[in-house]
């Protein structure tokens, strides 16, 4: 049965099945999104990141969510927008956190 992404495991393993070049080249896909960001804040045990509406922006957002799932099962990476914005919120269990973070620029936040 598979998990509902809205929903963080909370017993899930912290670790990611992407090799080290994978893992990099997914790192830069996230900074180039983040760089167009209007905001980027904690939240809970993860973060909000706001972008102005933009349909080919939601659009990789939501294909970043998808392959984040695949290889991070124990994120939860949500996008919705509206007319005005778009919202991704990133969270998973507690000891994700700082990860969380530091994939949207906030590692000093901790």
Known sequence: MARDPAE?????VIACS???????????WLARLIAHATSVATSGSGA????????ALERELRALANA???CCPFLAI????DSDRLVMTLDGPPD???LILEMVGLADER
Do not use: C, H, I, K
């Not at 963080?8 to 899930?12: G, I, K, L, R, V």
């Not at 992407?18 to 830069?28: F, G, N, T, W, Y």
């Not at 909000?48 to 349909?55: E, G, I, K, L, N």
């Open 8 to 12: 963080p495991a909370s017993s899930a």
């Open 18 to 28: 992407l090799s080290a070049r994978d893992a990099a080249e997914r790192e830069q």
């Open 48 to 55: 909000t990141v706001t972008f102005a509406a933009d349909p």
């Open 68 to 70: 984040e799932a695949e």
């Open 78 to 81: 949500t996008v919705r927008g």
């Open 96 to 98: 994700a956190r700082s």
